[in-house]
């Protein structure tokens, strides 16, 4: 029987791991030099400099050019600092840790791995992935032996993005899968270390199910955690062991890094996806073709929780691109140790069946929360005391009740309603009750969410006294990326594009692994149940009139009865009506004026119905009184009143159309077509220079019909008069519209 060696890392891990350095490193010389790439330097160095500081260990810093290739290594051996360390730190992601273990390789030098992020074994493992410079897969190679040691701080790789742990955790579901497939029926054949390798492989998988969903949101907020340390040990040290004992030109391996190794050769998933995440979705291929079912819904399950791929839309491949990817798989290596031939057509035929299994599963997910939902309808109707009754007028009459504010959700959308399954749009609804009341002060009824099985799955539609007024399409499993600038993707991100549904902005559905992507460049990114909230506020604002009813303002009366005192009310209503107090509240909301000083309101009303009872005049003296309360919340992010304004010949032709009661305008029609226009022109200028959106000043008596004139246009824009600007308020001109004279 040959010779032969097999070595072992050591390894430090915690917050506090680089402290050993000088103690683990020193017999092995005082200069170390670190190849890296400049973020993962970045994130470290100062961790480096306090573990070495007050000694004589020195630590220079060469940048990793990008791509593990042997041609890169050969590069950088050839640099002063390299050849004249005592030792390498491989330090960051795979790569970078791939081809600093291949210089120290070529130089005979000892190396130090530090991994910043917990997406492979590299750190622990002799053997290296190498790619051409073009990024496509060319070989593994194994160095003659391990690092020496591995420095795990818990803290950089929790300070990481998550979407590498993410990844990690998806490459480290393969080890157990490969490696015991690979060794199996060579029981006979395998070293003392291979017989070990196997079996440790079956510690790699039940930390990763265990502790990967809490590791995940840990990392997403940068909290070194007992889960982030048990996942990172369990990639690195356990699966990396594995590595080292078994024959990586064996054991090591097998379909689900065959698939990955190939599929390289499609631009899509070499520029957009993960090593780990695609070995994940071959594992799922390889559990298929053997058959594993009980461990593939087990992985399933996990990789549904974990937003890992599960079919091949998820990895942007499609059954077409197939071919080519499949003639590359079967010439691996890494399928030379399979307990049976593999084939093209088994390969395909798994991965055909693993789509067609994800049909099922979607349509018994669908089904379950159909259900789901049904009894928590039935369960809710308990609760509240209704119960089935008999075909009768009473049961009749209940069906000409009319929802003043209603949602319909389709049934991929129930989720968000389940407080158990992290759905937190019912709490977002509850807000914007809140909400509405602090900003417009009226009380909204209750809005009642109900699935609905004839809609699209992913749709909702929000109704007004039962007629649908709008809809949108979200996507539950996914998250919102908007663009502040509200230009198209440019992320190169692979989304569903869609338009936001309250303010109309071009939108990017992109999943979980690419969020702190877009969120790096600038993109705002909300939940599917923050876009629902969003556009249902939007709603309520724009409608807001129509919900207050007589009995709303009634009670908002009864309830200023018991603020102040029932004898101050009663006498104020002795001049005015409370159905002329609702017409001017329901004037104000349709401008989007707060009507939760109730008091002043009925205070004007009644003093000024004495000179008149039409409730656009009682209206602008309200707006008047409520002066200061209208420029606050049209303020500018300065503190000013922007403001575009009428020229005064402009003002004078308005005032001319103006009927005697002022209650109607009477333009010509080549004079509004013209105004209009210098309208929509100095409004885009005024945003454009400002970056806010200004209001249209113009003087009292001709606001309200200027108003009524441009408001299908621009029915966000507020209209104010002279009288409304309070006091200490500094208004700000910004454009002046202009009505030109019609060309002879």
């Known amino acids: 029987m040959d010779n032969y060696s097999v070595f072992f890392p050591g390894y430090s891990a915690g917050e506090d791991a680089y402290k050993e350095i000088t103690t683990v490193c020193s017999p092995y010389g005082k200069k170390a030099v670190v190849i890296s790439d400049e973020i993962s330097i970045n994130a470290t160095k100062k961790y480096l400099d306090e573990a070495i500081a007050g000694t004589d260990f020195s630590i220079e810093y060469v940048l990793f050019p990008g791509e593990s290739a042997f041609e890169y290594a050969e590069e950088l051996q050839q640099q002063d600092v390299v050849k004249n360390a005592d030792m390498i730190f491989c330090l960051g992601g795979g790569k970078a840790i791939d081809t600093g273990k291949l210089v120290a390789h070529n130089l005979k030098k000892p190396y130090f791995t530090f991994p910043t992020i917990a997406s492979t074994c590299a750190c622990n493992s002799a053997l290296g992935i190498y790619y051409y410079p073009n990024h496509v897969f060319r070989t593994f190679f194994r160095v003659d032996r391990p690092p020496v040691h591995i420095f795990i701080s818990t803290k950089v790789i929790a300070e990481a993005p998550a979407s590498f742990l993410w990844a990690g955790i998806g490459d480290g579901m393969s ?21 070990a390798g196997v079996a440790l492989s079956g510690c790699c998988t039940e930390p990763l199910l265990k502790y990967g969903v809490q590791a ?54 070499e520029e957009r996806h993960r090593h780990g995440e695609v070995v994940s979705y071959g594992t799922l291929v390889l559990l298929t073709m053997d058959k594993q079912y009980d461990k593939l ?103 000409l009740n009319v929802e003043t504010i209603e949602m319909e959700i389709g049934y991929r959308l129930v989720p968000l309603l389940d407080a158990e399954q992290g759905g937190d749009l019912l709490e977002r609804i509850a807000q914007i009750r809140r909400q509405t009341a602090l900003d417009l002060g009226i009380v909204l009824p209750s809005i009642r969410v109900r699935d609905n099985l004839q809609l699209p799955p992913n749709t909702y539609q929000i109704k007004l006294k039962g007629v649908p007024i709008e809809n949108g399409e979200v996507y539950p499993e996914r998250s919102l990326a908007m663009n502040a600038a509200g230009t198209d993707n440019d992320l190169g991100i692979n989304g569903i594009s869609a338009i936001e549904p309250a303010f109309g902005l071009p939108a990017l559905w992109i999943e979980e692994k690419d969020k702190e992507i877009a969120e790096t460049y600038g993109y705002t990114v909300v939940s599917p149940s923050a876009v629902i909230s969003t556009h249902l506020t939007e709603v309520i604002k724009k409608n807001a009139s129509e919900i207050l009813t007589r009995s709303d303002v009634q009670q908002l009366l009864e309830n200023l009865k018991k603020e102040v005192s029932e004898d101050y009310v009663n006498d104020l209503l002795k001049d005015t009506s409370v159905g002329e107090i609702q017409q001017v509240m329901q004037n104000l909301l349709k401008e989007r004026v707060s009507v939760r000083d109730l008091k002043t309101i009925l205070e004007v009303t009644s003093v000024q119905s004495k000179v008149s009872r039409n409730t656009d005049y009682l209206t602008e003296q309200v707006r008047s009184a409520l002066a200061r309360g209208i420029c606050k919340q049209n303020l500018s992010d300065t503190g000013e009143l922007l403001a575009v304004t009428l020229s005064p010949d402009a003002e004078n032709t308005i005032a001319q159309g103006l009927s005697p009661d002022g209650n109607s305008l009477t333009l010509d029609p080549d004079f509004t077509r013209r105004l209009l226009d210098s309208l929509n022109y100095e409004l885009e200028k005024a945003i454009t220079s400002t970056g806010s959106q200004p209001v249209i000043l113009c003087s009292s008596p001709i606001r309200l019909p200027f108003r009524r004139l441009i408001e299908r246009t621009y029915p966000q824009i507020a209209v104010m008069s002279y009288n409304e600007i309070s006091n200490n308020v500094k208004a700000k001109s910004v454009g002046v519209v202009k009505a030109a004279p019609a060309k002879v």
């Open 216 to 269: 995940m949101e840990d990392c997403r907020n940068n909290r070194a955690s007992k889960a982030i340390e048990m996942v990172a040990l369990d990639i690195f040290i356990n699966t990396g062991m594995v590595s080292n004992m078994v024959d990586s030109h064996k054991y090591n391996t097998n379909l689900a890094h065959a698939l990955f190794n190939s599929m390289t050769i499609l631009p899509q998933v």
């Open 297 to 399: 819904d087990r992985f399933f399950d996990f990789y549904k929780e974990m937003k890992l791929p599960t079919k091949l839309a998820d990895i942007e491949v499609s059954v077409d691109e197939l071919g080519p990817v499949l003639d590359e798989a079967v010439k691996k290596y890494d399928l030379d140790y399979s307990p049976y031939k593999i084939t093209q057509d088994m390969i395909k035929a798994a991965i055909l069946e693993l789509e067609e299994y994800n049909k099922k599963k979607e349509a018994d997910k669908k089904a379950e929360i159909a259900k789901k939902a049904e009894a928590e309808t039935k369960n809710l109707e308990n609760r509240v005391g209704k119960k089935k009754k008999k075909a009768s007028r009473e049961s009749v009459m209940e069906l």
């Open 175 to 195: 080890k157990e899968i490969e490696v015991k497939f690979s060794a199996r029926g060579k029981e006979d054949e395998l070293t003392l270390s291979e017989q």
